[in-house]
């Protein structure tokens, strides 16, 4: 089993920049691939970005392309998501998710693992 826990969510003017930490328990974080999805209200959850055992291995949806960064530092059982040049339809809630199995994975019934969210909102 593994816990997740999201934070650096906040209030950020567009154009701004947040970045999100996802810390993880477990021993075997490094074993784990890695996702963010967001959920804005009246909205399925969508998927955000992807990174993989190896963090040469990156993939991101076409709405972020360019913007948002994924990475992870095993060491620290985190995984971050820096977000640059905001827009309000970013606003969303934000999740980070694990799962145990190879490859690319960017729906949500592929991961086994969530955290609780945490929200992110741009004012125009």
């Known amino acids: 089993q593994v816990q997740l826990v999201e934070s650096g969510g906040g209030l950020v003017q567009a154009g701004g920049s947040l970045r999100l930490s996802c810390a993880a328990s477990?021993?075997?974080?490094?074993?784990?691939?890695m996702g963010w999805f967001r959920q804005a209200p009246g909205k399925e959850r969508e998927f955000v970005a992807f990174?993989?055992?190896?963090?040469?291995?990156?993939y991101y949806a076409d709405s972020v392309k360019g913007r948002f960064s994924i990475s992870r530092d095993n060491a620290k059982n985190t995984v971050y998501l820096q977000m640059n040049s905001l827009k309000p339809e970013d606003t969303a809630v934000y999740y980070c998710?694990?799962?145990?199995?190879?490859?690319?994975?960017?729906?949500?019934?592929?991961?086994?693992?969530w955290g609780q969210g945490t929200q992110v909102t741009v004012s125009s």
């Open positions: 998710a694990a799962r145990t199995t190879y490859g690319l994975a960017y729906k949500s019934r592929d991961y086994d693992y």
């Open positions: 477990g021993r075997t974080f490094s074993s784990y691939t």
């Open positions: 990174i993989g055992w190896n963090t040469d291995y990156t």
